[in-house]
């Protein structure tokens, strides 16, 4: 298990370490010069999840040019307590992990463990035939999908929606984009 006693800060941006996977996460200043909340502190927090570099390097440069706080990681977590460390107000993971379905696994775990049901997710994956075989069950949980290769603002327009099924009133969300895909529910 990756705890946060191993974070080590470099610059703005704060990296752990585990055996063959990466832990990234950007940190921007929590407080304005008068101690009160910066808006940084409001951004909602997406935990990434997916196997290629340079598609976590794709999902932060987007997630924080729209203002999100974004956590990366190159691996699942085998315990659910991990999601909790992060706390995350949504998760965007892929199925397929390392060759395998770890993320369908993951996304499991997650749906079954009540401290972590309620957390949006939205699966971004080329695995079609699997989301197909799964379509109607991902729906019944309210599961995003959004296939690979996608369009940025598909991927936005999805994250927004699922954000905003959490908490419709939060002044910290972008606005919704126009778009045509929307997670499942």
């Known amino acids: 298990m990756v705890g946060m006693s191993g974070l080590m800060s470099t610059s703005n941006r704060e990296m752990m370490t585990a055996p063959a996977a990466t832990r990234q996460e950007t940190v921007t200043d929590a407080t304005d010069a008068d101690g009160t909340a910066s ?5 909602k927090h997406i935990l990434v999840i997916n196997d290629t570099q340079e598609i976590l390097d794709l999902f932060r440069e987007i997630l924080e040019e729209e203002g999100y706080r974004v956590s990366l990681y190159s691996y699942t977590f085998q315990d659910i307590a991990q999601v909790r460390e992060v706390q995350p107000d949504l998760v965007i993971l892929d199925f397929i992990i390392g060759g395998e379905d770890l993320g369908w696994q993951m996304l499991q775990k997650m749906k079954m463990t009540r401290d972590t049901m309620d957390i949006p997710v939205i699966c971004c994956t080329a695995a079609l035939a699997l989301v197909r075989e799964l379509e109607g069950h991902l729906r019944t949980k309210n599961v995003g999908v959004v296939l690979k290769p996608f369009d940025i603002d598909d991927l936005l ?8 099924k959490v908490d419709p009133d939060d002044p910290s969300m972008p606005p919704a984009r126009s778009s045509s895909i929307l997670p499942a529910g």
């Open 39 to 43: 808006p940084v502190t409001a951004a």
């Open 157 to 164: 327009e999805a994250v927004s929606a699922s954000l905003l």
